[in-house]
């Protein structure tokens, strides 16, 4: 996997298409994404109006985030100009808890590329969007254990023949709906498997 990061390219093209206003969902270099969004609102580039997010908050498979270094850090987050936070894939239901509190209590949104929970524990647990749509939803795969992200390569074809009739599915539907869980569909990111 390559990943290009050329934040001086990318606020010109986006209001080169008519974009006018972008979230981040997610930074590789915060440092990075701060020093555009300054250069953006002073008028130094062109670019739409941007709402930051936080660098990615995940864990190392066997280690637990703690509650007090993630509200000092979302803090500092904060105090530089971020408007959400970031969740990764090996976020659980426990851990999300003290992040949701500590982002509510500096007016920040939550939003997630979840795999250790599904969609339905991180909208239990606080959060206001969840990122990729259903073709991620990890619970729905058929060899979940709670708290665990499966591979990749095991559960994405399996998800990717799921059926949004099925009741199971309708579920996580109206469960997000009643908590103004929001879905972020990136598309573009599936068009690059295709």
Known sequence: KYYV?????????????????????????????????KAVDSGELAGPKIHLSSSYINRNRDKLII?????AAINEMADQGVTSLKIYENVTREELGPIVEAARKRGLKVTGHTCAMGFVEAAQGGIDNLEHGLAVDTEFYSNKKAGECPERSKWLPELARIDVKSEPVQN??????????????TLAIFEAFV
């Open 5 to 37: 990061n050329a934040p001086e390219s990318f606020p010109p093209l986006y209001l080169a298409a008519g974009v006018t206003t972008i979230r981040t969902a997610g930074a590789w270099r915060l440092k990075s994404d701060l020093a555009i969004k």
């Open 67 to 71: 509650a007090e270094k993630v509200t």
């Open 172 to 185: 996580m539907i109206r469960e997000l709906v009643s908590r103004r869980v929001a879905i972020t569909s």
